[in-house]
């Protein structure tokens, strides 16, 4: 989910052109970038807005957006634990490129 995503419904319907519904949007986004690891911000609030179950805002989001509130969820689980793995990986790769510079430097 990119913000050119949201570009696309807030063009495409004239009911999603309402400050507050663009709001809620943009709360969502950054919900979602948060627990992607690509913004920083607090996992436990953007945990607590997307997988709430009684949270209105994200059900009218996905109503208009024509996604099940279910899916959106499931779908940006599997985003995370992604997005989790390559920071793993990438973390690991570094530790690995470091040992070996200081190899080489050290003769080691």
């Known amino acids: 989910?990119?913000?050119?995503?949201f570009e696309t419904i807030f063009n495409?319907?004239?009911?999603?052109?309402?400050?507050?519904?663009?709001?809620?949007?943009?709360v969502m986004l950054d919900a979602v970038l948060t627990l992607k690891g690509e913004r920083p911000g607090?996992?436990?609030l953007a945990e607590?807005?997307?997988?709430?179950?009684?949270?209105?805002?994200?059900?009218?989001?996905c109503g208009?957006?024509?996604?099940?509130?279910?899916q959106f969820r499931k779908h940006l689980?599997?985003?995370?634990?992604?997005?989790?793995r390559i920071a793993i990986?990438?973390?690991?790769?570094?530790q690995k490129?470091?040992?070996q510079s200081l190899s080489d430097r050290t003769g080691i």
């Open 1 to 5: 989910m990119k913000a050119d995503d």
């Open 12 to 26: 495409a319907d004239p009911s999603t052109r309402s400050g507050a519904f663009r709001l809620w949007v943009a």
């Open 42 to 44: 607090s996992r436990e």
């Open 48 to 61: 607590s807005f997307i997988f709430d179950r009684g949270n209105v805002f994200l059900e009218l989001i």
């Open 64 to 70: 208009v957006m024509n996604i099940e509130p279910s």
């Open 77 to 84: 689980k599997q985003e995370i634990l992604a997005s989790q």
């Open 89 to 94: 990986w990438r973390s690991q790769t570094e």
């Open 97 to 99: 490129l470091q040992v």
